[in-house]
């Protein structure tokens, strides 16, 4: 089970923290990563991390205002997005492999969580 927290309304330029929490499974063998859906538009692949903390980055609009780490202790990962813009509103869904690796293809995940809505608006 993959349960996601910290999503809010967020102004323009701030940031947002998400963290997932994994239950049932172990991040010491499975890659997590974080999706979003914007209102009318496709579910699109955001980051993954793997099981030893590389990171791949799959959506450009968010490159260098991502960071995305794991505590393999606690089963989490954090996802941080700094310099919002409203563009960045989305349900943010964590989801995990049983892959090694986090795939440079499409990410196709084995669990889901449930999303968390964040809004970046004044």
């Known amino acids: 089970q993959l349960v996601e927290s910290g999503g809010s309304l967020v102004q323009p330029g701030g940031s947002l923290r998400l963290s997932c929490a994994a239950t049932?499974?172990?991040?010491?063998?499975?890659?997590i990563a974080w999706f979003r859906q914007a209102p009318g538009k496709e579910r699109e692949a955001v980051s993954c991390?793997?099981?030893?903390?590389?990171?791949?980055i799959y959506l450009d609009s968010v490159k260098g205002r991502l960071s995305i780490t794991s505590d393999n202790a606690k089963n989490t990962v954090s996802l941080q997005v700094d310099s919002l813009k409203p563009e960045d509103t989305a349900v943010y869904y964590c989801?995990?492999?049983?892959?090694?690796?986090?795939?440079?293809?499409?990410?196709?995940?084995?669990?889901w969580g449930q999303g968390i809505q964040v809004t970046v608006s004044s």
């Open positions: 991390i793997n099981q030893r903390a590389v990171v791949t």
């Open positions: 989801a995990a492999s049983r892959d090694s690796n986090c795939p440079r293809g499409p990410y196709e995940p084995n669990y």
């Open positions: 049932g499974l172990s991040l010491d063998y499975h890659t």
